[in-house]
């Protein structure tokens, strides 16, 4: 797995995550626990989504 995920990107995915976890904790609706999805592809830096469209928001890699 090549990363696909970039900074600012992976702070939103991390940010927009926790924000509906927590709001499903206190008692959100239930479809509010999506949020593990960008959750976890913000920590892992990939994100299968964006392998299928072909689109990449890490910076690359100077030789």
Same mark, same amino acid.
């Given at each position: 797995?090549?990363?696909?995920?970039?900074?600012i990107d992976?702070? /939103?995915?991390?940010v927009?995550? /926790?924000? /509906?976890?927590?709001?499903?904790?206190?008692?959100?609706?239930?479809w509010?626990w999506?949020?593990?999805?960008p959750?976890?592809t913000?920590?892992?830096?990939?994100?299968p989504?964006?392998?299928l /469209?072909?689109a990449?928001?890490?910076p690359?890699?100077?030789?």
């Amino acid at each position: 797995m090549k990363a696909n995920v970039g900074g600012i990107d992976k702070i /939103l995915r991390i940010v927009a995550g /926790l924000a /509906l976890v927590a709001w499903a904790i206190m008692g959100g609706p239930v479809w509010a626990w999506i949020g593990v999805v960008p959750l976890a592809t913000g920590f892992m830096g990939w994100c299968p989504a964006y392998t299928l /469209l072909g689109a990449n928001t890490c910076p690359m890699k100077k030789d």
